[in-house]
C-alpha cells in the first residue's frame, strides 16, 4: 500500500506548512487571548478574515471535498486530503482560515451531494466562498443520540410548508454572528420502518421559533464565537422546498455526511497528538531536573517512544482508511472509519497526558495548547458517536465476518 503522493499534493503540503509558519503560529496566541477576553465572547477574532483572504489567494481553500463532488472539489482524494488536514489541526482554529472547518464541512458536503439546484445557490456557494457559517442540530438532551434512531424531534408537513418542534443540544457554532443556516435532523414519518422516518431540513438561523435556551461550556471552554449550546426549536416553519433530497432520507445523508467528515477528524487529532509530542520532547531536552535532563530520565523516553509509535499506528490507520474509501467507498470502509473514530481520539488524548505530564504546571495551563489538545480529544471520543458505539458495532461485524471463515478451522 502506497501512501505517498503526487507532486501537486506534496507542493501543497509544502505551501500550507509555510502558511502555518509565516500566518498561524505567530498569531496563535493573539487569537486565543483575545476570545479569552469576555468582551469578545461571540465575536470572530478581526484578522481572520484577513488570513482567509489570503489563503484564498494561495489557492489553500476549501480543499477537503473529494473529486466525486465534482465542480465543487478541488480536486483532491480523500487520501491526498489528510495530510492537509493534519496540518491545519496542530492549531485549534487553523482550519476555519482555510474554510476547512466543521461544522461548515459536513454541511457543505450535504449540499453539494444531496441539494437541489436552488438550495446549493442559496447556501452552499456561500458557505464555499467562505461569507456565511452553519451548524447542524441533530444531538437531543431528552433521549440517548448515540442511537440516531431515538431522535424525536418531529418535523411535520403542513399544507406548503413543514413545521419543526423539538429540542437540541451540543450544536456548535450557532452562536457564530456569521451562522446563518441550519440542518436540522428530525422525524418527519414515524410510521416508516425504522431507518426511513427520520429526515433532514434546511432552516434559516433567523426564522422565527429558533430559539438559544443556553450557552454549554466544554471543559469550562465556550469555545467562542460558535459555541455549543443548548437549542429550543418552536413551530419553526419553512418551506416544502427545504427538505434535503426527500422526507425519510435522514439517516442515508448522515452516513454520506460522516464518513469523509471522520477522516478529518482523525487527521486533526493526529495533527495535535504530533504537536504535543514534538513540544514533549523539546521540554525533555531543554528541563533539568535533580541535575539530570529530563530526556535522560527512562520513563520519559519510554513515553516519547511510546507516544511516536501510537501516533505513527495511527496515522497509518487513518491514511488506509481513506485510502479504502477513496477505492471502494464509504460502505467498504466502514469497519475502518469505525477503527480510527475508536483508536484516534484516544491515543491524541493519551499523547497528550503524558505531555502534560513531562511539562508539569505548565502542562495544564494555556501557556501550550497541549491542555486544549487533551480536553479536546476527550470530547471528541463522544463527538459524531461515542467510541463505546463504534467499538460495539466494529465488534459485530467482525464476529460476523470470522464467524463465516471456513479456513483454518
Known amino acids: 500500500m502506497d501512501f505517498t503522493h503526487g507532486e501537486k499534493v506534496d507542493a501543497l503540503i509544502g505551501r500550507l506548512r509555510t502558511f502555518m509558519l509565516e500566518h498561524i503560529y505567530p498569531l496563535e496566541r493573539a487569537h486565543d487571548d483575545w476570545h479569552a477576553d469576555p468582551a469578545n465572547r461571540w465575536r470572530s477574532w478581526p484578522p481572520l478574515e484577513?488570513?482567509?483572504?489570503?489563503?484564498r489567494e494561495q489557492g489553500l481553500w476549501n480543499l477537503f471535498l473529494p473529486r466525486d463532488y465534482g465542480r465543487f472539489s478541488a480536486g483532491l482524494s480523500n487520501l491526498e486530503y489528510a495530510p492537509l488536514a493534519e496540518q491545519m489541526g496542530r492549531v485549534g482554529w487553523a482550519s476555519e482560515v482555510f474554510n476547512?472547518?466543521?461544522p461548515d464541512t459536513g454541511n457543505m458536503e450535504v449540499l453539494a451531494r444531496y441539494g437541489t439546484p436552488e438550495q446549493q445557490a442559496r447556501w452552499l456557494e456561500p458557505l464555499l466562498a467562505g461569507n456565511i457559517r452553519s451548524a447542524y442540530l441533530m444531538t437531543e438532551p431528552?433521549?440517548?443520540s448515540s442511537d440516531a434512531t431515538n431522535i424525536a424531534t418531529t418535523i411535520i408537513a403542513d399544507g406548503d410548508d413543514y413545521v419543526i418542534n423539538g429540542r437540541k443540544w451540543w450544536i456548535t457554532n450557532i452562536l457564530d454572528p456569521r451562522c446563518e443556516v441550519l440542518l436540522v435532523m428530525g422525524r418527519s414519518t414515524p410510521d416508516a420502518p425504522r431507518h426511513?422516518?427520520?429526515?433532514t431540513i434546511i432552516v434559516p438561523r433567523d426564522t422565527p421559533g429558533v430559539r438559544i435556551v443556553r450557552a454549554m461550556p466544554v471543559f469550562g471552554r465556550d469555545h467562542s464565537p460558535g459555541g455549543e449550546c443548548e437549542v429550543a426549536l418552536e413551530d419553526v416553519r419553512v418551506p416544502r422546498a427545504n427538505m434535503i433530497l426527500g422526507e425519510g432520507r435522514g439517516f442515508e445523508i448522515a452516513q454520506g455526511?460522516?464518513?469523509?467528515?471522520?477522516?478529518?477528524?482523525c487527521m486533526r487529532s493526529i495533527g495535535q497528538a504530533q504537536r504535543a509530542?514534538?513540544?514533549?520532547?523539546?521540554?525533555?531536552?531543554?528541563?533539568?531536573?535533580?541535575?539530570?535532563?529530563l530526556s535522560d530520565q527512562s520513563s520519559v523516553r519510554q513515553d516519547i517512544a511510546r507516544s511516536w509509535c501510537e501516533v505513527e499506528q495511527a496515522r497509518l490507520l487513518t491514511l488506509k482508511a481513506a485510502d479504502q474509501m477513496d477505492r471502494h467507498g464509504n460502505r467498504a470502509a466502514r469497519d475502518l472509519i469505525a477503527a480510527i473514530k475508536?483508536?484516534?481520539?484516544?491515543?491524541?488524548?493519551?499523547?497528550?497526558?503524558?505531555a502534560i505530564q513531562v511539562y508539569g504546571g505548565m502542562g495544564v495551563s494555556d501557556d501550550t495548547p497541549i491542555a486544549h489538545f487533551f480536553t479536546l480529544n476527550r470530547y471528541l471520543r463522544i463527538a459524531d458517536g461515542p467510541d463505546a458505539v463504534h467499538m460495539s458495532q466494529l465488534g459485530k461485524l467482525k464476529?460476523?465476518?470470522?464467524?463465516a471463515l471456513t479456513e483454518g478451522v
Do not use: T
Open 342 to 354: 475508536i483508536v484516534v481520539p484516544r491515543m491524541a488524548q493519551e499523547v497528550a497526558d503524558r
Open 277 to 293: 509530542l514534538e513540544l514533549m520532547a523539546r521540554r525533555a531536552e531543554s528541563r533539568v531536573a535533580f541535575g539530570v535532563k
Open 142 to 144: 431528552e433521549v440517548a
Open 50 to 55: 484577513g488570513l482567509k483572504a489570503l489563503a
Open 100 to 102: 476547512c472547518s466543521p
Open 196 to 199: 426511513q422516518q427520520h429526515s
Open 399 to 403: 464476529v460476523a465476518e470470522y464467524a
Open 257 to 265: 455526511r460522516l464518513g469523509p467528515g471522520r477522516i478529518h477528524h
